[in-house]
Structure formats: C-alpha cells, structure tokens
C-alpha cells in the first residue's frame, strides 16, 4: 500500500496560446496498482453540447448523463485557456529491514545479516563496542570482521554496501550484507544505522542506532535488536510454527557456560541466541505526474467549463471555489454540481475526481456562470496530503465580457507568448475599469462609494500586474544582491543583537555528524537556504569532542570534528559570507572534557593547547575533585564545569573566541548551556570577541504542580530574562518558555502540528529559528511562504502582538496592525474596520490574513 507525503512542488508549467498549441503533448504516466476502473457519470443536466471537436467535450443526454470524449482534432476557437503544470511529489513506499543473528556456515562463528527489501543504494554504516568500553562511543571492527567493500570512516566506524542477495521467504529481492564475527573475541555490541545513498536519507531504530548486544548487561535500551530471543524465528507464515519447528541457537565463549561471568570485567554473562526481526520504514520516492487544465466558454449556454486531467494514479479529489474579484476571495458557486461533490464548511466544495477508462489517473468537469472570473482550487490526495501551486491556490482565469479579445493577437511562440497573452489580459481589465469611471462622471447621480470601489479594484489588478512582473524575475537579480549586501553585518557590530530582522536556520541535526561530511553537505544548500530568505545559520559545535554531537568538547582548538575537518569549516563559513548568511558558531564555555586522570584517578587535568588542571575546574562538583571556586551557576555533572571566576580561564576563553572569529569567520555565537555560569562573564566574552549576533541556550525546566504543566510560567521566563540582564543586553536567549508551551510538556513537538508552531513564531515578534529537516520536507512550501510574508510586512524583534482570542481550540493574534493569525481548529476572522484585511496563507489549523 502506497502513501503520498506532501510536496506542493511544481517546477515547470506550459501556457499555450490555443490557437498555435502543439498537436500532441505527450505525458509520462507513473504505473502503480490503483482500484478498478469507474464509470464516468454526472447527474447534471447543465453541461454544454461543443459542436465544434475539442480535446476532451462533455455531452449530455436525455438522461442526463454526460461522457467523456476524447477526440484528436484541434483545439476549438472556443478554448479560453490551456495550462500543463509538471507536479513533483513524493511518493511514501512502505518496505522492512530484516535483522538475523544465526551460527554461520563455519560453525566456529556467528553472523549477523542485515538486509532491506526496497530498491536503492543501500549502505550500512556501522561499529563496534568492545567489553572493556561500552560507552556510547562507536569503534572500527577488526580487519577479519569487515565484509568486502568496506570503507573505514575516521577512526569510529565503517560502511558497507548491500548486495542483491536471493528472493526471501516471501518471494522479494532483498538487499543484504553478512558479518562474521568469533563469538570469542572482545565484541560487547555491535551498532548500525542504515542509509540510502539514493536519497541520503538515514534509517534509525526509534531514532536511535539499531544495537546487537551480546552481554546480558546491554539488553536493555529501546534501539536493542533481539531482545526477545528465541521466537520469531522466521518470518511470514512459517513465524507461527518457530515455537514448534525451531530450537533456539545459543553458543557461550569457550571454557564459559551460560551464567559464568567475563574475565577480568564486571560486566553480566554472554551468550549468543539466533533470531530473526523485522522493521516496518518506509521510504520517500520522487514522483513526476503532470496535471492539465483547460477553459471552454460554450457557444449554447454562454457557461464556461473547466475541464482538470491529472495522470495522479490515485483517489484525487478538488477543493474548489470561484472568485469574483482579482482578490480571490473563495466562493461558492450555485448548483447544480459535478458528481461526487460535497460542501466543506460553506467555504469551498470538494469534488472526486473520475478514473480514466485506461486507469491511468483521473479527470473532471465544472461548469460555471459567467459571472465569476476565476476557478481556485487545490488537490487532496487519498493520504490527506495536498498539491497546490508553489505555496498558492492554483488559480484559472475564466472568460468574461471584460477579458475576452477583440481579436486574435499577432502570431509569437514560445514563453513571450505566454507573457503577453497574460498581460494584455489584465491591461484590458485595467482599460474597462477606466472606462467605468469615465462614465460613472457623466452620470448625475454618482456617488462617492462607487468610485471608491473601482479605484480598489485598479489598485488590486495593477498590484496583481505587479506580482506577475515580478514573478518572471530570476531569483539573483542585481537588486536581490544589493539587497542582501545590504543586510551583512559592519565590522564593529557589537550588541550581539544584530538588526531584529533575522531570521535563523539550525543547519543540522542530532544525526548530521554520522555522515562524517556535514560541512560539505551543507556547502551544497548554501544558495538556496539563501534564496529561501535565511539570513543567519546556526553550525554545530566545531571542536573534537568526546559525544560525536559536539556538545563534550576536549581540545578547543583542535577543530577537526565528526562533521569535517578545520579546511572544510572554513571553506563552509566563506561560502555562506558569498551568499549572505551571517555564520554562528556553537561555543560549549560551560564545561569541557579532560584529557589526563590524576593521582586519584579523576579526569580532571586537560591536555592540548589550553593545559589547565584542576584549579580551572569549579570546587562544588564532587564528581570531578576542582580546586577553583564554588560555581556561579547550576553544574552539569556529565563532564567538569569550568570555573570562570578564574583571570586565567576569562583569558584563555576571550582568545580562543577571537581566534575563531578572525581564524574561521564566525559571525556570532550559540552559546551551550548559559544556565552553568553568571551571564556578567558572558558580556566579557562578547565584549572581547564582538559578535554580531549572540543568543544563549538558558534550558530550565518549565512549572509543574502534581505533574501537570503549570498554567502560569511566569517565573520560568523571568529566569531568562534575569540571564539576558546579567549580560548586560549583550546576547539574546532562546525563548525556551514559548517553546515549552508550545510542546505541551512532550520532549518533541507534537507530531503533524509543526507548522502551527511555524506559524506563530515566524508571525511573531522574536527572531525567529527554523530546523533544518523541516526546511528540506513537505513542509518546505509552507515555510518559505510564512518566510516571505514575515519579510513583506517587516516584523521584527519588537514587533507589538495583540491577543485577539485565546480559547482551548484557538488562538489569535494581530502583529504590527499588519498581520492576523489564527492557530486552532476554532474559528476567528480579523475584525473589520479601518483595515481591509486579505487571506494570504492556510495550512493544517491554522490561517494568516494582510491588511491591505
């Protein structure tokens, strides 16, 4: 079974003159299995008989049933417009990772297969634990244990190709790599995390590396594979008869039985148990389908008629309405309607579109008065997913007695065609409307509104001209640049707050470091994060570092980290400055990890260019034995908190973040963990190293009363402001209260209400920060619609919010008087008054409207 995941992407579309159209435009349908086939049918009896031949006509009969034709002759003289858009999708395929661990064929050793039964060029990134290191660290297998084709990747861990291995017990081809291993050698676990190099995308065991533990003391965790050993051995069918059928292998190193314990560790007892396991994943594939639109005016009734034609193999149904205005504004139109249509909340109707005959995807006819002037719509796909025009309705112009043309225009090809077709059409308009007032003055009895009103609709068709002009712009033109040079920081820009009008993207994930090439993953999307209206990105942490995130830093200065080395840093923050995107480094100033034990065994003396020992480290943290002075903060007790009280460490710090500044360009910081030390040495920092923009981790956890989130968090926001006013203003911080709320106490955002919370923070005063993996999915659209709406009416920092309503189902607010927004099912719409307010964005639960 097939999903479709939201991507309102549509890169190409051709708009032909009818009259010099090609004679056939052949498409490239996408084959999957869909429902049979339906009967075309309509209980309307108002659909149109076109005498002269067309592509696609509708006939009705006596029994007021209409039909499709289709017919090979040329477009009627009667088609008003013809429009072919190109829509890319993705596609979710559904597939399994299968996990074995049985006896091999030298009965000596043990394997492990790892296998996908999906198309693609499947990679299994992969490490080792040994018994005496069980961190979370991965380490490289032994030589002997590496299958061939394997690539060592630093010095932690290995990738292997999948090779097309024979059909499974359920007849599908399977990708699949094998690993010997000595059940005897020194192996605690073995760590994995699949990748496609199709797609580059990583698959994880509930977002987490998939582990094969071998010691009983590691069968605990959610990411452990073959936990309940012994059952499931097969799969499918025969997974019925494994209690019955098949004995459970079970093998103990040598000179050891089942529960005798490892020597020399503390370690539980090993034992190895073959099983079989399965994991639903389902993979994202890009699909190309085409979707084609037409406009006949019939000659009878004087109706138009939009005729939609989609090679989508799936359910489609359109959301449609009509519009009177060049605003758009969504009507419903009077009946009757096309089958299978039904009324959404009186604002718009749905429509099911009907299968073609051959199966092939679908079509669909509406027939319109002539009153309205154009045809709005999106798609609704079976999976609740939606398509619409690059982040808008799809909009169809339809022929009027004010945009019909006198007569035909001269003969052109090509996209000048397109253009001017376009824009006479709207010049026509402008010219009719010109002409109403002309003889709106020679009539005694005008009246002031009157005129009014036209002027408004000559201000809304010249605004429309303007966006069309617009639009045919390449996205890099001289002004764009102009406009970005004009917004990189000065030299000596040194509040650290830079100009309000930033907007931030984290350029990585928990997983970016896994690749081992983030840095110049991340090169390759500098332009288009650019192009997206991002003018600030947030790196990961630079230093080597003992977690391979970033966040355990050990030697400061040595910047070869899991994302890339110091050349690739470097090169990144350039290419960012060429596109003009400020670069902020992630600086973790609250602790750092030691290098040497002392004489008591505690890692607390460093190593590398700042050798401190243990008077750099804070007195009141017991698990390290500091010798500095009590901490000016709360201490995180996973690695020693550095004392800041010290002249020696301010020094040290103040030219390890100048260093990076001149070294690598760093525009700014993201500073870890703020909450561990008094923000007054923060202000020394950034006085030192003035950044352009600064902004503070303070994670404190929210108010709670018998488990249940305070309403009230008042104190919790007042903590983060006392931070900010200990440093003096120098430095932002994240608004981990709003953020807290917003999750409604989960650890991640509510699943499917991410674009809730975009819609509010990128409405509202802040600056506001976008993920990374959100900016590259479905949700892509609507983000950079919400992106270049923030930009459009200039909110800012401090920009004033007005509460409109706050109830359990909704939530609205008014920005600047510029922008209304509504997050919640319930409903709210912008009080009229002096402002005439616009709908401008829709999405899942919630709306924004502009003042016009």
Avoid at 768 to 797: G, T
């Amino acid at each position: 079974m097939s999903a479709v995941a939201l991507e309102p992407l549509l890169h190409k579309s051709y708009r032909q003159n009818p009259r010099f159209r090609p004679r056939s435009l052949k498409t490239k349908h996408f084959s999957l299995s869909c429902s049979s086939n339906k009967r075309l049918s309509n209980s309307s009896s108002t659909f149109c008989n076109f005498k002269t031949p067309i592509v696609h006509s509708a006939k009705a009969t006596s029994t007021d049933t209409a039909f499709l034709e289709t017919q090979e002759n040329e477009t009627s003289s009667d088609t008003f417009f013809k429009e072919t858009f190109h829509l890319k999708r993705i596609q979710k395929v559904e597939g399994k990772i299968s996990v074995r661990l049985r006896r091999g064929d030298d009965k000596e050793k043990w394997q492990l297969s790892v296998g996908c039964n999906l198309h693609g060029n499947w990679i299994l990134h992969w490490g080792v634990n040994y018994i005496d290191d069980v961190g979370s660290e991965w380490d490289q297998p032994p030589l002997e244990m590496r299958p061939a084709g394997s690539v060592p990747i630093k010095d932690y861990a290995i990738e292997t190709p999948l090779t097309k291995s024979s059909l499974d017990l359920e007849g599908e081809m399977l990708h699949e790599v094998k690993i010997d291993f000595n059940p005897d050698s020194e192996i605690a676990a073995i760590n994995f995390v699949l990748k496609d190099e199709e797609t580059g995308s990583w698959y994880q065991h509930r977002g987490r590396d998939f582990k094969v533990p071998f010691l009983d003391y590691l069968h605990h965790g959610s990411n452990v594979v073959g936990a309940k050993r012994g059952f499931g051995i097969w799969p499918g069918a025969l997974g019925q008869l494994s209690n019955i059928l098949i004995k459970t292998e079970v093998s103990s190193p040598k000179g050891q039985d089942g529960g005798s314990e490892i020597s020399g560790s503390d370690m539980q007892s090993r034992r190895f148990e073959g099983f079989y396991e399965e994991y639903a994943i389902v993979k994202e594939v890009p699909v190309d389908n085409t979707l084609s639109i037409s406009v006949n005016k019939c000659p009878e009734t004087a109706k138009n008629n939009v005729y939609l034609e989609t090679d989508i193999p799936e359910d489609v149904v359109v959301h449609w309405g009509v519009c009177k205005g060049t605003d758009k504004k969504w009507y419903i139109p009077p009946g009757p309607y096309p089958p299978e249509t039904k009324a959404f909340k009186n604002k718009a109707l749905r429509t099911q579109l009907q299968f073609k005959e051959d199966g092939l995807g679908s079509w669909g006819s509406f027939t319109l008065d002539e009153e309205f002037i154009g045809f709005l719509f999106v798609l609704k796909l079976s999976d609740n997913s939606w398509l619409n025009d690059k982040g808008s309705d799809f909009y169809v112009p339809l022929p009027s007695s004010g945009n019909l043309p006198a007569s035909s225009p001269p003969q052109v090809s090509g996209e000048e065609t397109d253009q001017r077709a376009y824009t006479d059409e709207i010049i026509n308009e402008i010219r009719n409307l010109v002409s109403d007032i002309s003889l709106e003055k020679s009539r005694k009895a005008k009246t002031k509104e009157a005129q009014e009103s036209i002027l408004q609709e000559i201000e809304k068709l010249a605004a429309e001209a303007y966006s069309i002009f617009r639009s045919s712009i390449p996205t890099f033109t001289e002004a764009t640049v102009a406009e970005l040079e004009t917004q990189k920081p000065p030299a000596k820009f040194c509040s650290g707050t830079g100009t309000g009008f930033e907007i931030l993207c984290q350029g990585f994930n928990w997983e970016s470091h896994k690749s081992g090439r983030w840095y110049m993953e991340l090169y390759e999307k500098a332009e288009e994060l650019s192009s997206l209206g991002f003018t600030v990105v947030w790196l990961p942490p630079p230093t080597e570092s003992v977690s391979p995130e970033g966040y355990m830093p050990k030697d400061l200065y040595n910047l070869n980290s899991r994302y890339g080395n110091i050349e690739e840093l470097k090169a990144l923050v350039k290419r960012f400055h060429e596109v003009g995107i400020i670069v902020l480094g992630d600086v973790v100033l609250n602790h750092r990890c030691a290098h040497y034990q002392n004489k008591n065994g505690v890692w607390n003396i460093f190593g590398g260019r700042l050798n401190w020992d243990d008077c750099a480290i804070v007195a009141d943290d017991p698990h390290f034995q500091g010798r500095g002075n009590k901490s000016s903060g709360d201490n995180f007790h996973a690695a020693p908190n550095i004392d800041h009280s010290q002249d020696f460490v301010r020094k040290d710090i103040k030219e390890w973040l100048c260093w990076l500044r001149e070294e690598i360009g760093y525009d700014g910081w993201r500073l870890d963990f703020v909450r561990g030390f008094w923000g007054g040495y923060v202000k020394d920092y950034l006085d030192a190293s003035e950044p352009y923009f600064a902004v503070g981790e303070y994670w404190d956890s929210l108010g709670y009363t018998y488990g249940e989130m305070d309403h009230n968090q008042d104190a919790h926001r007042q903590r983060i402001i006392d931070w900010i006013n200990a440093a003096s203003g120098t430095a932002g911080a994240f608004d981990v209260t709003t953020k807290g709320i917003l999750h409604s106490g989960h650890w991640r955002f509510p699943s499917g209400k991410e674009m809730q919370g975009y819609a509010y923070i990128l409405t509202h005063p802040g600056t506001p920060s976008v993920f990374y993996d959100h900016i590259f999915s479905h949700y892509k659209s609507e983000i950079l619609a919400l992106i270049s709406l923030r930009n459009r009416n200039k909110i800012h920092c401090r920009s004033t919010v007005k509460i409109a309503k706050a109830e359990s189902d909704v939530y609205a607010a008014i920005i600047d008087e510029k922008v209304a927004v509504k997050i919640g099912p319930g409903h709210f719409e912008p009080p009229s008054g002096s402002q005439n307010w616009s709908f401008a964005i829709e999405g899942k639960d919630y709306k924004v409207w502009e003042a016009s």
